[in-house]
């Protein structure tokens, strides 16, 4: 079988069993071009993948100046040498040919090609004019979770003390929001407590929300391989999909969307009845059990039966398998991310570890993970909504030692209320107090909800909207600059991934035409902006990857990310390492909280938290009385019902969600004729019983309607749960004749034209998992299947076509 053919039919790759205890083995994966054989390839190139959030650390084959190819890195302690689909194809959209070389200004309505200097000169105008005559709050930035740590500092520092606006928001507000936060509300601080090795010792794994196997297939290799080998872990699974994770569960709770709080208290209930936890751990590194312990007194498995339509007896089975681990590891994702009560649920799951005392040692630890390659950076850079180096906006000692760092006055930093989140600056946007809105390296017009509103914010004509990106994306189409960017491979900088590790992506070709890396971008724009200090020299004194890495280590130096043992040459010896890395651990550090908790105390905390039910910040003086000896924090939460129910005019619940062959807007993977293949178009996901109800079959096209919108997409019948819709949310209208909405009064198919623009109130993350939905036959299939893939959680039903599981 043809090796591309193969890796898409078979995603996984062939097993390397493994015991507990013992080290994952090695297996190269490579891809090469057709035609380039081994010997042809001239250098290569060390570099991670950027289309997913696992840090899969690659070299890129370079032949005569082009990419023809990678394979993935064996001495590397994240993927150990496999990659996934997306890191086996997706480098083929670099070469697109579509791709944007010279920037396009808007003129008289139209996008037209210009130079450099007539671009940035257009930016840097009406920046100054809005300075001039409406101060930095006009001016936003809203960035990505796919560029490099030296971009993302740089951004910020241009952001919050060249122009001094709190408006710095990434797209990572719509996957890793409610991850930082609800380590914040924990721990006091962000951090990943976790790592990747843990799978190697675990006993159980429970995954909440997490479509591992789509989301980070390398990781889910290793999870199949401990799975094959002798005393394999057992798999807790809740996702109401059923999904390859599921399909090989121990226990499978497919709960009602929106009550993932209801379940995890049964859970907690359960786990403290039966005196499954850790007192000894408790009275020495936590707080708040007691509090705990009383909210969810009452919170039986057959209470929660009720609410997240899941039998009492299976929660128990879930609770004893949590109650009895010895080794406990939980990773947790947008199934809990993208909900109502986002940060409340995923602090209950940090709990569970509390309690129990799982944490800090080899298989005992918590992944709240990531959704992109880079989003870890964006929390560490300030550039998602916190003051860089996990600093606390609340804290003026914070605020000052930053300053110290930027040689600027305390004064000169927005920090008189919390920096501006993504969903707010749209509504700013909106509103006409933000004028400028500068997106780098996202495409909201895909990716935000409620996207009529969206396209119509960014098509006002008082909003200056630049965007900086690789190719015309549907949000490139509504700006007034657009400036061409390079991508990976084509520029130097450093990634971290969901459990810390610090990847160096090196050059390896020249960007197509005249684009500039990122940071070109934004060191240009602050040396034409003439941004200084407080003595009166330059604000930003680094000038390429390096020396931005170097400041930024200077900014970490004591910070819970502490980077100042780290180098580009270090980083160039066949392996990311792992923050906190400094004098104390220069080899990098495996897991946090390995003896007590370290940035809770309220001098050092990032946080001094928020409410979960209305969002509201604590006061200093609060958390000092709740947590003055710097302890984890167990906070409790009541279960609350979800803001849409269905009804008899939307009887469904509506999901949307990802595909293991997709990133994001497809702005990428749709380019990688492999990846494109195998899910060419968008698809509505229904369970047997309710198509067989509505006399729909596979391959029909369907109209999903919900108070905001409409999409249509041909129906693939699953074993999802009864009463709930899943869309991807990957498909826009770049590779349509509508070019970047709906072609007409015809529904489109992006998702979100029927998701709804609400946020959890704690992590300002956007819902996009618990919509009412109608859905009605528009016409009938003519016998082909949906364009889903058949070999994840969209496989047709087993109980319509006998289909075995993909290994």
């Excluded at 086996?88 to 037209?112: C, H, M, Y």
């Excluded at 009166?536 to 390429?544: A, E, F, N, S, V």
Aim: net charge negative; charged share 25%; glycine share 8%.
């Amino acid at each position: 079988m043809d090796a591309s053919v193969e890796r898409i039919e078979r995603p996984w790759g062939t097993r390397t069993p493994y015991d507990a205890h013992e080290p994952w083995p090695v297996r190269v994966d490579t891809y090469l071009e057709p035609g380039v054989e081994p010997s042809r390839v001239q250098r290569w190139v060390q570099t991670a993948s950027i289309l997913h959030s696992d840090g899969d650390a690659m070299d890129i084959a370079v032949v005569d100046g082009r990419p023809v190819g990678v394979r993935g890195r064996a001495g590397d302690r994240v993927n150990h040498g496999r990659l996934g689909p997306k890191d086996l194809f997706g480098w083929q959209a670099n070469t697109s040919p579509d791709r944007l070389t010279r920037p396009l200004i808007r003129e008289d309505g139209r996008l037209v090609e210009c130079d450099w200097d007539t671009a940035m000169d257009r930016i840097v105008g009406r920046s100054r004019e809005l300075l001039a005559g409406r101060g930095p709050g006009a001016i936003g930035f809203y960035t990505s979770g796919q560029l490099f740590l030296e971009e993302y500092y740089t951004l910020a520092v241009l952001a919050r003390a060249g122009i001094g606006t709190n408006h710095l928001d990434g797209n990572t507000r719509l996957c890793t929001a409610t991850a930082a936060e609800a380590l914040k509300q924990s721990f006091g601080c962000d951090g990943q407590p976790g790592c990747y090795d843990d799978i190697d010792h675990a006993d159980v794994i429970a995954l909440f929300g997490h479509n591992l196997a789509e989301t980070q297939p390398v990781q889910w290799m290793r999870v199949l391989d401990r799975l094959a080998g002798g005393d394999p872990p057992r798999l807790l699974c809740v996702d109401p999909r059923p999904t390859q994770v599921a399909r090989r569960a121990a226990v499978h709770l497919a709960p009602r969307t929106g009550t993932n709080v209801a379940l995890l208290n049964a859970l907690l209930h359960e786990i403290i009845r039966t005196d499954h936890v850790d007192h000894d751990y408790v009275a020495a590194h936590t707080v708040g059990f007691e509090e705990l312990a009383s909210q969810v007194r009452e919170c039986t498995p057959r209470w929660a039966a009720r609410i997240c339509d899941v039998p009492a007896a299976l929660i128990g089975e879930a609770a004893e398998l949590l109650g009895t681990a010895e080794r406990l590891l939980s990773t947790v994702l947008q199934g809990v991310y993208q909900a109502h009560q986002a940060t409340a649920a995923a602090v209950q799951i940090n709990n569970l570890h509390l309690i129990r005392g799982m944490l800090g040692r080899p298989g005992a630890g918590v992944l709240q993970m990531n959704g992109q390659p880079s989003a870890q950076n964006t929390r560490e850079c300030g550039a998602d909504g916190d003051l860089p180096g996990f600093r606390n906006w609340q804290n003026d000692a914070h605020v000052a030692d930053l300053a110290r760092v930027w040689n600027v006055e305390p004064a000169a930093l927005p920090h008189y209320a919390p920096p501006t989140h993504a969903m707010q600056m749209f509504r700013y946007a909106e509103q006409g107090s933000i004028h400028m809105l500068w997106i780098s390296g996202t495409n909201p017009a895909v990716s935000l909800p409620e996207l009529s509103r969206i396209r119509s914010i960014l098509a006002q004509e008082r909003l200056f909207v630049v965007v900086q990106d690789l190719f015309r994306t549907e949000t490139a189409q509504l700006a007034d600059v657009v400036l061409p960017a390079a991508t990976w491979g084509e520029k130097t900088g450093t990634l971290t991934n969901a459990d810390r590790t610090v990847h160096l992506s090196d050059k390896a070709v020249e960007p197509p035409g005249e684009a500039r890396p990122d940071l070109d971008v934004f060191l240009d724009y602050a040396a034409r902006m003439d941004f200084r200090d407080k003595d009166g020299d330059p604000l930003i004194t680094w000038h390429d990857p390096e020396s931005a890495f170097e400041a930024w280590k200077r900014c970490s130096a004591g910070r819970p990310c502490d980077y100042t043992g780290l180098t580009y040459a270090g980083l160039r010896r066949g392996s990311g390492i792992q923050w906190p890395c400094d004098a104390q651990a220069p080899q990098g550090t495996a897991r946090l909280y390995t003896d007590g908790i370290s940035w809770a105390r309220p001098d050092r905390c990032e946080s001094y938290g928020k409410d979960l039910v209305t969002g509201a910040t604590d006061e200093e003086a609060d958390y000092r009385s709740l947590n003055p000896d710097g302890k984890a924090m167990i906070r409790a939460a009541a279960y609350l019902p979800p803001h849409e129910a269905p009804d008899e005019t939307y009887p469904f619940q509506l999901t949307t969600g990802r595909t293991l062959y997709h990133f994001h807007t497809r702005t990428k993977t749709a380019r990688a004729p492999q990846l494109n293949a195998a899910a060419p178009d968008v698809w509505v996901e229904m369970a047997a019983a309710d198509a067989a109800t509505l006399g729909l079959g596979e391959g029909d096209l369907v109209e999903v309607t919900t108070r905001q919108g409409a999409l249509r997409g041909r129906l693939r019948v699953t074993d999802i749960r009864p009463g709930l819709l899943f869309v991807p949310f990957h498909y826009g209208y770049w590779d349509t004749d509508g070019g970047y909405g709906p072609d007409g009064d015809t529904p489109g198919r992006a998702a979100n034209e029927t998701t709804v623009t609400d946020w959890d109130p704690v992590s300002k993350q956007p819902l996009l998992k618990t919509a009412a939905a109608a859905l009605h036959l528009v016409e009938r299939g003519d016998g082909s299947p949906a364009p889903a893939p058949t070999t994840t959680a969209s496989a047709p039903s087993r109980a319509t076509d006998g289909g075995e599981d993909a290994r």
